[in-house]
């Protein structure tokens, strides 16, 4: 089982596209599709450069969400990829969202856990709301 189109899509549309290197809302240079590794800022980088960083980026999400085995499907793993993706496998792996699925929650406890994390610097931001909101439908697909 591996990430879908579905998911690379949903994370180009969701990321939004940058060909120049900026800071991201903490701070981070970032470039392409939410890339943030090794980025300079003034690094500059095509379209097709930008698609091949975040499919790299995927795969070792992917990896890292592997290494928990708790997807069970590729809906599942689709959401859980988008929440490494964006927020890092640290986090995931420390989460109540990571517990809840491991004891087999409902569908309304893991939902409500995926809804958690939608504040940056403590703020609620849309695009986290509507993100999260995506996972957690992604996850029971």
């Known amino acids: ?16 596209c940058r060909l120049e290197a900026y800071e991201d809302a903490a701070g981070v240079p970032t470039i392409g599709y939410g890339h943030t590794k090794n980025v300079r800022m003034g690094d500059r980088i095509t379209q097709y450069w930008a698609k091949e960083m975040l499919r790299e980026d995927i795969e070792e999400a992917e990896w890292q969400v592997k290494e928990l085995n708790v997807a069970r499907t590729e809906g599942q793993l689709d959401a859980l990829v988008s929440f490494a993706f964006n927020l890092g496998i640290g986090r995931l792996t420390r989460s109540t969202l990571l517990k809840t699925i491991r004891k087999g929650g409902s569908k309304a406890q893991i939902t409500k856990e995926f809804k958690r994390w939608v504040f940056a610097d403590g703020k609620q931001l849309p695009g986290l709301v509507k993100r999260r909101e995506w996972e957690a439908k992604r996850f029971f697909e």
């Open 1 to 16: 089982m591996t990430t879908t189109e579905i998911l690379l899509e949903k994370l180009m549309e969701m990321e939004g």
